[in-house]
């Protein structure tokens, strides 16, 4: 089995920013893409940023110039940085990964995995 657990999410006011770590852990064999959701109160969630294992990266719209995503491939780990929030960036932030890993019976297999969030809050 694999697991994701995300760190650094708060509570900060407008302009300001915050850094946002998921560590992947398990019998991982290769992780391929990972990426940061959102879910704004009451709406749905939303791709924020994605980032391959060679380094290409992706972002929303409402979230380039601003945020940036990487990722240590040696430590199972993916960054997003969040500078210049705004109040609208207020949600539920989620980490998501495609993992390819080995189960306890030594198969490989492969896992669409999905942290428990942090909890981001932009003060106006």
């Known amino acids: 089995q694999v697991q994701l657990g995300e760190s650094g999410g708060g509570l900060v006011e407008a302009g300001g920013s915050l850094r946002l770590s998921c560590v992947a852990s398990?019998?991982?064999?290769?992780?391929?893409?990972m990426a940061w959701y959102r879910q704004p109160p009451g709406k749905q969630r939303e791709l924020v940023a994605g980032?391959?294992?060679?380094?290409?990266?992706n972002y929303a719209d409402s979230v380039k110039g601003r945020f940036t995503i990487s990722r240590d491939n040696a430590k199972n780990t993916v960054y997003l940085q969040m500078n210049s929030l705004k109040p609208e960036d207020t949600a539920d932030y989620y980490c998501?990964?495609?993992?390819?890993?080995?189960?306890?019976?030594?198969?490989?297999?492969?896992?669409?995995?999905w942290g428990q969030g942090t909890q981001v809050t932009v003060s106006s």
């Open positions: 980032i391959t294992s060679g380094g290409s990266t």
């Open positions: 998501n990964a495609d993992i390819q890993y080995l189960s306890s019976w030594g198969i490989r297999r492969r896992s669409d995995a």
């Open positions: 398990g019998s991982i064999l290769s992780i391929n893409t």
